[in-house]
Nanobody, 126 residues
Framework: QVHLAESGGGSVQAGGSLRLSCAHP????????MAWFRQSPGGRERERVA?????????KYPRSVTGRFAISRDLAENTIYLQMNSLKPEDTGMYYC??????????????????WGQGIQVTVSS
């Protein structure tokens, strides 16, 4: 199991911002994809909120966060970031960093990602 270490969660009011970080081993920089998923309170499935294809920096977001969330990476620090702006109460949940070693695209479904961080809580109050 690859160690992915998330940090940066917390509680904010609606309209606020948070930045999540995911530190990953240097050798995973050549993997196919890194992504952020979230699981809402009581939610059964983890929803992908951002992904970045490591080979060509192709980025994907669902409509629910487009324009508010931004994924980026720092090659020198071996870290993936998720900048979250204009946060809404419905953004509340556990956020997970995930890695997909192989493939041609960043998959939407969590089942395609074998490596996960421990998760970090984000709470947005109205």
């Amino acid at each position: 199991q690859v160690h992915l270490a998330e940090s940066g969660g917390g509680s904010v009011q609606a309209g606020g911002s948070l930045r999540l970080s995911c530190a990953h081993p240097a050798w995973t920089a050549k993997w196919n994809c890194m992504a952020w998923f979230r699981q809402s309170p009581g939610g059964r499935e983890r929803e992908r909120v951002a992904s970045i294809q490591m080979g060509d920096d192709t980025i994907k977001y669902p409509r629910s966060v487009t324009g508010r969330f931004a994924i980026s990476r720092d090659l020198a620090e071996n870290t993936i970031y998720l900048q979250m702006n204009s946060l809404k109460p419905e953004d509340t949940g556990m956020y997970y960093c995930a890695a997909e070693p192989t493939g041609w695209i960043c998959d939407k479904l969590s089942k395609h990602y074998p490596h996960w961080g421990q998760g970090i809580q984000v709470t947005v109050s109205s």
